[in-house]
């Protein structure tokens, strides 16, 4: 770590502390050449690979606005986007690590949005999986009625 007064290589770590939520860490450093104490934040990049081989940064914004459509016109309220959007990004780090598969988050998804609102799973899940007909929708709606019914 390069010391913002001088440049030396040379610090030690002062404190450190976990913050948003655990994603970064916040460490306060000290220089071994000139003593100037400085913070450092440290977070862990999940990075996604799309279908087309391309990876990338994952970007919270990105799915929350993904989700956001489903929502359109239900009442869903921002936080709850923010807090499904958290939980999906802890439960994909949790199970893949740093590096995860496009589909698998929206498979993340699914199931934190079916919890949020039933509309906007149906919604959601008719383009993420696909649907081609009524049948489809007709039984995605029989899996959530048997997914109430165990709840």
């Known amino acids: ?3 913002p007064s001088c440049s030396s290589q040379q610090s030690r770590v002062v404190d450190s502390r976990t913050v948003e939520s655990g994603v970064a860490i916040r460490r306060r450093r ?5 003593e100037t104490r400085f913070t450092t934040v440290e977070r862990s990049i999940l990075l996604v690979t799309k279908r087309s081989g391309v990876t990338e940064e994952f970007s919270r914004e990105k799915m929350i606005k993904g989700v956001r459509r489903a929502c ?7 936080d709850a986007l923010k807090r499904l959007a958290h939980e999906v990004e802890q439960n994909v780090r949790a199970v893949h690590g740093s590096q995860v598969q496009a589909n698998q988050i929206g498979l993340a998804i699914l199931e934190p ?4 609102d039933a509309v906007a799973y149906l919604r959601f899940a008719s383009v993420y999986k696909s649907f081609d007909s009524a049948e489809d929708f007709e039984q995605e709606i029989e899996s959530l009625r048997a997914h109430r019914a165990r709840s």
């Open 1 to 3: 770590m390069l010391c």
């Open 30 to 34: 000290e220089c071994l050449e000139c």
């Open 72 to 78: 359109q016109g239900r009442d869903v309220s921002d």
């Open 113 to 116: 949005l079916r919890n949020l």
